[in-house]
């Protein structure tokens, strides 16, 4: 089974902390609050700990 989140839902798991999300994800720290708002998973998404996110050439 694959696990599926986003990042707005991740910092909930890690009592707040976006160093700690970002050290998961294996980003920077500003990554991860510029896509805090995208609820809706329109620009990124979180497959098995690894972020995914939308690319120019997919638009």
């Known amino acids: 089974m694959e696990k599926i989140t986003s990042i707005p839902l991740m ?9 700690e999300v970002a050290r998961q994800l ?19 998404i979180v497959v ?5 996110t939308e690319t120019r050439a997919a638009k």
């Open 26 to 44: 294996h980003v920077h720290r500003y990554t991860v609050r510029r896509l805090e708002d995208d609820k809706d998973c329109n620009h990124h």
């Open 11 to 19: 910092p909930n798991q890690n009592k707040h902390n976006y160093s």
């Open 48 to 52: 098995r700990g690894r972020l995914m």
